[in-house]
């Protein structure tokens, strides 16, 4: 599982700084999560191919996290993209999506699926054979998910020796690394776990921003693996947390704390900080294992 | 006049290359043309004010001109923008701005005027005292306009000491540079042409992308001092143009020359070409005076 941070600032681009946007590799698929101005030159900046994304997951409609959706969209379409591509994100980003393409008289030549939310509920909007994904209701200034992202269970791992001392055939190493027992030939069950090791412990990412201090997303984010978090502000302008909706790096840390993560990555500061190791030092106060995220960086989790 | 080149290549930002954007400076006035996807950090990058920009002019809706608008828009609200701001460009572009400030919660704080327009003739969307702009229409795959710039000329020159001669009193000076004669207390007229010298010649500029090699638009550039034309092709890829809309670098430079412009740049280029250099080369053997456009280029016109 490796995140890549395209950009982890808020509000508006900069010479040096991107809005927010990152792609999770999980499983070999590649997610593509916001998408703010600019994504499309910072996927090319950090050499990952736009073919491989599939699915794009918005969290809400603030510019910042979705201007750059549609210039991505477009260039898909001159990179004569055969894929279907799957946007995930708020009521609202297809209309705007085809508006946009309309206005421009350029439709895909590939096929362009929306799927809208407006739960307030936590909900699955994917899954497949190696991944799930749950939406994650944030609260925010306008109607926001974060997104929860878990690795299936790997198939259990075969212990070929064992199996080959019990003579058993390779046609039923399949099933048995599905985790069935194996009766031989004699009549003897040999059970599973005698044959098998356990495989790796799945994963799990949490992509949470941008959101108040809010508890109410702790059952969801439960003992993640590695839980990214907005911060926004330090505790010095938590005052302005209220009324923007956002969150401080102390308060991000009190979340990983209390939900059990096992990694915390602080991200989507604000632009008045200039030097952004000082968000590292105000969560380590409360959580120890913290990074920062930064543009370009990639986290091997 | 100055003009400042934020980006000039076609279709696909890139990690090196920008989609059309530039800024003209004429008479102390800061006009943005065209804003595609990264125009506010080319903005940045090239230490432009934003704030001295009021008047946006968008050729058309394809996303290499405008997919930087809304973002821009977004942020001039972020910097506390008080001015009023003006959009010129093909209908619809208002429908599509005021739906993503919309999906977003986030009206701007500053009056956000559009002037949508719709006319297949030339016609003045802007006018002051000191600047005129005129629409050039274009012939493309959408609905085009090009921009004519052109400086109103300025008040003559005041020659002081032939005034001082004649004991003219200074409170007449501005009637004299305004065009006058002045009639001396003995009665005598003395004729303008003697009290004054001829004021700077006034300055035009014209830009005209995208579009095909068209003749119509002649009447309306004729002896334009600059005019931008694209060349997204050279000849070689001639073909292309038909079916694109777009023009070669030799047919450029044949509009340049029937108009009779003072100097051309070349801008649009398809990002095929490793070295733009060969668009001068091709322009060159119609057109003498050609300059190539580049991101981040000032020209002092």
Redesign the interface.
């Given at each position: 599982m490796n995140l890549t941070i395209l950009g982890c600032y808020a509000?508006?681009?900069?010479?040096m700084t991107n809005p927010t946007a990152q792609v999770l590799e999980i499983k070999n698929r590649m997610f593509l999560i916001d998408c703010g101005?600019?994504t499309?030159?910072q996927l090319?900046?950090n050499k990952l191919r736009f073919s491989k994304i599939n699915h794009i997951f918005i969290s809400h409609?603030?510019?910042d996290h979705f201007?750059?959706l549609?210039?991505l969209v477009?260039?898909f379409s001159?990179?004569n993209r055969n894929n279907d591509l799957h946007i995930y994100g708020?009521k609202?980003?297809k209309?705007?999506t085809l508006?946009?393409l309309k206005?421009?008289?350029?439709y895909t030549g590939y096929n362009l699926y929306f799927h809208e939310l407006e739960s307030k509920e936590s909900e699955v909007v994917f899954e497949d054979d190696k991944v799930i994904v749950t939406t994650i209701p944030l609260v925010h200034?306008?109607y926001t998910n974060g997104y929860l992202f878990t690795e299936k269970p790997d198939d259990r791992k075969l212990n070929v020796d064992v199996a080959k001392d019990y003579g058993i055939e390779t046609c039923y190493y399949q099933k048995i690394k599905s985790g069935n027992d194996i009766t031989l030939d004699d009549g003897r069950v040999i059970p599973n776990a005698e044959l098998t090791f356990d495989p790796p412990e799945p994963k799990s990412y949490a992509f949470c921003s941008d959101t108040v201090y809010n508890e109410a997303i702790l059952p969801i984010i439960k003992d993640v693996d590695v839980l990214y978090h907005e911060s926004t502000f330090l505790e010095s302008e938590a005052h302005l947390c209220e009324r923007t909706m956002h969150t401080t790096a102390k308060q991000a840390a009190t979340i990983a704390k209390q939900a059990n993560a096992g990694k915390l990555i602080l991200g989507h500061f604000s632009t008045r900080y200039g030097n952004i190791e000082i968000f590292k030092e105000e969560a380590s106060t409360i959580f120890e294992n913290v990074e920062l995220a930064d543009d370009g960086k990639v986290f091997e989790l």
């Open positions: 509000a508006t681009p900069r010479s101005e600019g499309q030159v090319r900046k409609l603030h510019g201007y750059g549609i210039g477009s260039t001159l990179l708020p609202g980003i209309e705007v508006l946009q206005l421009s008289n350029s200034r306008v």
